[in-house]
């Protein structure tokens, strides 16, 4: 085997792996709560979750739980016939009401701790 063809099989194995290392729903959620009070991650008033680190399982957990609330967001706004950008704001803002104090939400540009 030509060492072209032995990068080229490399390649496509780890292609094929991406999925399986990319963290479930499930794993993201278990670890979303722990990640916040960490001060890992925050809320922001887009709806949509942002690592406040650059810590990977922080991106990794943002990554997953932003996936599935863009799905939600998307159904509701087809359900209830508005644009997804109005769920989003609207969930942003309950988000970050609800943000327990000690945890971090996104204020304009800057994190603060609530």
């Given at each position: ?33 722990s990640a916040k009070?960490?001060g890992l991650v ?73």
């Amino acid at each position: 085997m030509t060492l072209f063809a032995r990068f080229s099989a490399l390649i496509v194995a780890f292609c094929l792996a991406l999925p399986a290392m990319a963290m479930s729903l499930d794993e993201a959620k278990n670890a979303l709560e722990s990640a916040k009070s960490q001060g890992l991650v925050g809320e922001t008033p887009a709806g949509y979750l942002a690592a406040v680190s650059s810590n990977q399982k922080a991106r990794d957990i943002v990554s997953a739980i932003n996936d599935a609330r863009r799905e939600a967001y998307k159904e509701i706004a087809e359900k209830h016939g508005i644009a997804v950008t109005k769920v989003e704001t609207v969930a942003g803002q309950k988000a970050v009401e609800k943000t327990p104090v000690g945890q971090y939400i996104l204020v304009g540009e800057r994190w603060l701790k609530k």
